[in-house]
């Protein structure tokens, strides 16, 4: 459908550039306007991201989507903020005028669908189900933040690569510069529709920058607060510092989408490590050392009191052979960090539990789809098959002067850009052949500079 003369005006402020298999979006104004830029210019994106996840949706949980959609708007659709409530719609009101009818319900469904279907679903599940979840599924993620006399100047530097399963990771590749009316600017990495990065990797004007992998293993969520990409979406736009940011994400907080934060300050040259957990938080800084995440929760009254089994010890689970890796190589390259050696840690493929290079769900950068899985000892993960379709998705790093510059590095795939071919994979494995249609190829890509 045409554009109304009004709703052109808007989208001529927004500006989408295709580039080594992402979508570079930048978009600014009134929260609508926003809204209305991500929607329109990105609709054929979103809706083929709603058709997979509708499919998908059932097929591994066994409930509709829809049914997601209708809880989100019940638990939540009166805790989101209305600057949000009018990004929301401008977003729905763009994917429309772009020929994809959606409405408002439908863009807050599918924010919310990551937090609902990990977190309030296991709560719930038993009553629609024989066989319910006991926690979130998968191993989200790896990252790391270093600074002092970590790092190669001396100032921060901040990386992240997403975990997930490939049909859903497939939809991880737009960087998103978002210049609202009020607040500070940002730029992040995030998915057609989301209004937060959700994946998640955010430098900010203010000089900040923030990333997370999730707390594997996490059980507990609170119907009455506020969901989790209402609270990391206000923190990024409106912290100006570490301190700030962690007390605005942790209003209202619900234990949806538990993380361990990793927070940089390119202005003091402090580093942070919050772990929130619904009853239990901590915050560790410094401006000389480093901390990482690889899904395992370092606190132990949040490891041993809020969540079941996470890998902690144990390298023949992915999360345990994980903080064994960074645990090695963190202190191997102390002194040497900066962006490139950075791109190095995310492609890592040592595996601890063998004790050599070698492709597996072990690696910093995760290969589940090559990984038999012979050692795989984790009693509630459901990615412990073999030769699972899932594992790295992307990376993304920015140092000190990259955050002050709003810029960061992204390359869409997988970290260590390894390709993945669909059709081989599925001809190869074909227990997996029921996602055909659904499952996309992502080749080899190269590191891009957001900037």
Request: charged share 20%; aromatic share 14%.
């Amino acid at each position: 459908m045409a554009l109304t003369s009004e709703q052109q005006q808007i989208v001529d402020k927004a500006t989408l550039t295709k580039i080594n298999g992402w979508q570079y979006l930048t978009v600014e104004g009134s929260p609508y306007e926003i809204g209305f830029e991500h929607g329109y210019l990105l609709t054929d994106e979103f809706k083929d991201a709603i058709r997979v996840y509708t499919h998908m949706t059932l097929e591994t949980l066994g409930m509709d989507y829809s049914f997601f959609v209708d809880q989100a708007v019940k638990l939540h659709k009166d805790k989101i903020p209305q600057e949000y409530i009018e990004e929301m719609q401008g977003m729905a009101d763009g994917f429309t005028a772009g020929g994809f009818e959606t409405s408002l319900d439908d863009v807050i469904g599918w924010n919310d669908w990551m937090e609902l279907t990990g977190y309030w679903w296991p709560q719930v599940a038993a009553e629609y189900s024989n066989n319910p979840p006991d926690g979130p599924k998968g191993s989200h993620c790896s990252g790391f933040v270093a600074t002092g006399s970590a790092t190669k100047d001396g100032k921060p530097v901040i990386a992240h690569e997403s975990f997930d399963d490939f049909w859903s990771g497939q939809y991880f590749n737009v960087c998103e510069s978002v210049k609202p009316a009020h607040g500070n600017s940002f730029k992040m990495q995030t998915v057609p529709g989301y209004i937060d990065s959700m994946t998640d990797f955010y430098v900010t004007s203010a000089g900040l920058a923030i990333t997370e992998t999730t707390i594997a293993g996490f059980v507990g969520y609170d119907v009455g607060g506020i969901p989790e990409f209402v609270r990391a979406r206000k923190a990024t736009q409106y912290a100006n510092s570490i301190d700030e940011w962690v007390t605005i994400v942790n209003e209202g907080n619900n234990g949806g989408y538990a993380n361990i934060w990793l927070l940089a300050d390119a202005n003091t040259n402090e580093i942070a490590r919050y772990e929130q957990g619904l009853k239990h938080q901590e915050l560790l800084r410094t401006k000389d050392g480093s901390f990482y995440g690889c899904n395992a929760c370092h606190n132990p009254r949040i490891r041993n009191l809020e969540c079941v089994d996470n890998g902690y010890n144990d390298t023949r689970q992915q999360t345990g052979a994980r903080r064994a890796r960074f645990e090695q190589l963190l202190p191997q390259l102390h002194g040497t960090i900066d962006d490139d050696v950075a791109k190095r840690i995310l492609a890592d493929k040592f595996d601890p539990y063998l004790g050599y290079v070698n492709a597996s769900s072990r690696n910093i950068c995760a290969h589940y789809d090559v990984d038999p899985q012979y050692y795989a000892d984790d009693p509630h993960g459901v990615w412990n098959v073999p030769f699972f379709p899932g594992g790295s998705c992307d990376g993304k790093c920015a140092n000190g002067d990259d955050i002050k510059a709003l810029r960061m590095w992204g390359i869409f795939g997988r970290a260590d850009g390894e390709p993945f071919d669909a059709d081989e994979f599925m001809r190869q494995h074909p227990q997996w052949s029921w996602q055909k249609g659904y499952l996309y190829d992502r080749p080899s890509q190269p590191w891009t500079l957001f900037d």
